[in-house]
């Protein structure tokens, strides 16, 4: 069983694992039902979509890799909103982020808090951020946003936990690099640590 919180548990067997590369799941997850997108939203969209199709499960959790301000290096932290952070059309006179006309908040809210986790939110964006600027999140990746939204749309509690590899600075890059066959080991420790 995967243990949210003290009143939610899910089994492992019902459960759909999302990374987006082999390098984040390591060989730790390769006894579960898995699945691997290859970077960015549209390959993530496409992959989680099809896997709801075939496996039906009642638990979607995205693991994965991610900058990080003002985490350490190594923390995993619990996503429970999300925002498309390239998504721009205030030309068109549409706020920051703001995907025009489709009624989708510009934070979307969604995700289980697991306990004894870090709270954070989730910018995503088809771009390896090095010069993070913005304010309004505080994790970056590339692919969280669509999963949380299709979890959302197809109504499959969802579960988001991100290892911060870099602080999304001008050494993102070689510290993603290093840190992104770590987070395997600390996610299992997370998700298997407690008995079934």
């Not at 997850?29 to 896997?51: C, Q, S």
């Not at 429970?80 to 059309?89: E, G, H, K």
């Not at 992104?180 to 079934?196: P, T």
Request: proline share 3%; net charge negative; with cysteine.
């Amino acid at each position: 069983m995967i243990k949210i919180n003290s009143e939610t548990q899910f089994p492992i067997s019902e459960t759909l694992f999302v990374f987006a590369l082999e390098s984040e799941a390591g060989t730790a997850f390769n006894h579960i039902n898995k699945i691997t997108t290859g970077i960015g939203k549209v390959n993530a969209a496409i992959e989680l979509t099809k896997a709801i199709s075939i496996n039906k499960p009642k638990l979607i959790v995205n693991l994965g890799s991610a900058g990080g301000i003002g985490f350490s290096k190594g923390e995993i932290i619990c996503c429970t909103n999300f925002i498309q952070r390239d998504m721009d059309a205030q030309g068109l006179g549409f706020k920051k982020f703001e995907t025009p006309l489709s009624n989708i908040p510009i934070v979307l809210e969604n995700g289980l808090k697991m306990e004894g986790l870090k709270q954070g939110t989730c910018g995503s964006g088809d771009s390896f951020e090095m010069n993070h600027i913005n304010t309004e999140y505080n994790v970056i990746d590339m692919e969280a946003y669509p999963l949380a939204l299709i979890a959302l749309q197809e109504k499959i509690p969802f579960l988001c936990l991100k290892y911060i590899s870099d602080d999304a600075g001008s050494d993102a890059a070689n510290d993603w690099s290093v840190q992104v066959h770590l987070a395997s080991e600390a996610f299992k420790k997370i998700i298997f640590g407690q008995k079934d």
